[in-house]
């Protein structure tokens, strides 16, 4: 079993970054695939990013592609999210999970989640 505590997140203006951490514990974590979620106020929850478990493999969804950057600190047993150039429509709280494949990208195929940590973007 698995352990996932995600900090980071904040309160922030469009255009500004913020870093999310998510630190595992139990199981070797080294071993594990990782990825981000988000789930904004009213919507599902929806894919961000995933990584291998060397971080030699990223995948992300096209509506963070090129501002998002997830990579991993296995030595740490930490996952990292930082966004950049942020808008209001990232406002959601995010997730960190562990996928039961590489690169997954639907919600069905993690099976160990943090509690989230909330990120609002204002206007």
């Known amino acids: 079993q698995v352990q996932l505590v995600e900090s980071g997140g904040g309160l922030v203006q469009a255009g500004d970054s913020l870093k999310l951490s998510c630190a595992a514990s139990?199981?070797?974590?080294?071993?594990?695939?990782m990825g981000w979620f988000r789930q904004a106020p009213g919507k599902e929850r929806e894919f961000v990013a995933a990584?291998?478990?060397?971080?030699?493999?990223?995948s992300y969804a096209d509506s963070v592609k090129g501002r998002f950057t997830i990579s991993r600190d296995n030595a740490k047993n930490t996952v990292y999210l930082q966004m950049n150039n942020l808008k209001p429509e990232d406002t959601a709280v995010y997730y960190c999970?562990?996928?039961?494949?590489?690169?997954?990208?639907?919600?069905?195929?993690?099976?160990?989640w943090g509690q989230g940590t909330p990120v609002t973007v204002s206007s």
């Open positions: 139990g199981r070797t974590f080294s071993k594990y695939n």
């Open positions: 990584i291998t478990w060397s971080g030699g493999g990223t």
């Open positions: 999970a562990t996928p039961k494949r590489p690169y997954a990208t639907r919600r069905d195929e993690y099976d160990y």
